[in-house]
């Protein structure tokens, strides 16, 4: 069974451009999580899709952030426009709704830096 | 609310020696915690996770971790370190296992010296 796949593994962009990462979950699983770590800090939650719906999305750190998941399968994360402190790594991560191992599954992150 | 805390954010040991990372954790309800680990250039992987049914939970790799919650911890030792086990460990916290978002520590470097 394939794993959480993350395209791309690394992007470069300037300040100011936009940058498209893709999330593709375990297949199957309602769940699907964004999470960010700033270089140095912790891996802090960004949003929850339950299917295609937003079931939290409070760690959206402001409003160019924009996180779509049509169809509930892939899911895309949009930073518009970039800033500086946006580099990061992104993790996605999935879970089956109703699993009762409790584990969420990440896949290799998206290192991501703004110059 | 919840929140995790590691204490120490680079730890070395010897090959062959004890392993200890300390973790502590708050949390308003009972909670569900986990150890994930980040090889470098990888992605983060399950190490072991306590789901409320026995304190001291075996994961892979031969780590464990028991919960203690009137010390409100959750260490992770492995008694003989091995250089393939230097990475980063991160301790979380969920309240509901894999249903809800998951309030991870800073991190800590296990530095394995040979």
């Known amino acids: 069974e394939a794993g959480v796949t993350q395209f791309p593994s690394h992007s470069v962009i300037e300040k100011g451009q936009t940058v498209t990462l893709r999330c593709d979950p375990i297949?199957?699983?309602?769940?699907l999580y964004w999470y960010r770590r700033v270089m140095g800090k912790e891996i802090k939650f960004l949003l929850h899709?339950?299917?295609?719906?937003?079931?939290?999305e409070s760690g959206m750190p402001n409003n160019r952030f924009l996180a779509e998941r049509t169809g509930g399968t892939y899911s895309t994360l949009k930073v518009q426009p970039a800033e500086l402190e946006d580099s990061g790594v992104y993790f996605c991560?999935?879970?089956?709704?109703?699993?009762?191992?409790?584990?969420?599954?990440f896949g290799p992150g998206t290192r991501l830096t703004v110059t | 609310a919840q929140s995790v805390t590691q204490l120490g954010s680079h730890v070395s040991v010897s090959e062959g020696a004890l392993v200890l990372l300390r973790c502590n954790y708050s949390?308003?309800?009972?909670?569900?915690l986990f150890w994930y680990v980040q090889y470098p250039n990888q992605g983060l992987q399950l190490l072991l996770k306590?789901?409320?049914?026995?304190?001291l939970v075996k994961g892979i790799n031969g780590f464990e971790a028991e919960f203690k919650k009137s010390e409100t911890s959750f260490h992770l030792t492995k008694p003989s370190a091995h250089m393939s086990d230097a990475a980063e460990y991160f301790c979380?916290?969920?309240?509901?296992?894999?249903?809800?978002?998951?309030?991870f520590g800073t991190g800590t470097k296990l530095q394995v010296i040979p």
């Open positions: 991560a999935s879970s089956q709704e109703g699993q009762r191992n409790y584990e969420q599954y």
């Open positions: 297949s199957g699983h309602d769940n």
């Open positions: 899709f339950v299917k295609e719906s937003k079931q939290d």
């Open positions: 949390s308003s309800v009972p909670p569900y």
């Open positions: 306590y789901t409320s049914a026995a304190t």
């Open positions: 979380a916290v969920s309240h509901s296992g894999g249903y809800q978002k998951v309030t």
